[in-house]
């Protein structure tokens, strides 16, 4: 278990987010209980107090992990969110079409000049406007194939 964890904190770390935060997230997924205090999370994977800290933050910032609550509990417990898989891939959306316009920006600066400045801009338009239609359908296949395995 602890292997994965760290597998986690490095693929994350790959991805640009700080290794301790890629770790808090690998052991979010296979912890028991699901919610953990902060220092209880501390405990189980060694690391400072702040950096603990300030990887929860950045995991909620995300919407990957929520704070939470407990009944007779002064503390603060972090989980993993149950829908943050499928709202992230949303997200992208969004993201997708805020690229896509970008490149649109910088054709209409380009109006007018040779093809050869204006190609790149115009793959880059061409790639987010495909994915930016292909996206959407693609989670709705998903929400309605995890439906279908939710029935078994």
């Known amino acids: 278990m602890k292997a994965f ?14 290794r301790m935060a890629g770790r808090v997230l690998g052991w979010l997924l296979v912890c028991m209980p699901p919610h953990q205090r902060a220092s209880e999370i501390q405990a189980a994977l060694g690391g400072s107090k702040a950096s603990i800290s300030t990887s929860l933050q950045i995991l909620v910032r995300l919407d990957i992990v929520e704070r939470i609550g407990m009944p007779g509990e002064r503390s603060a417990f972090y989980q993993l969110r149950v829908a943050s898989w499928t709202e992230q891939l949303e997200r992208k959306v969004l993201r997708i079409g805020a690229m896509r316009k970008l490149a649109e920006r910088g054709l209409a600066a380009l109006e007018g000049e040779l093809p050869e400045r204006r190609r790149r801009l115009e793959e880059i ?13 693609l989670v709705e296949r998903y929400r309605a194939y995890a439906a279908r395995k939710d029935r078994r």
Do not use: K, S
């Open 5 to 18: 964890v760290e597998h986690v904190g490095i693929q994350l770390e790959e991805f640009g987010m700080p």
């Open 125 to 137: 338009q061409d790639m987010y406007r495909f994915f930016e239609a292909e996206w959407p359908p």
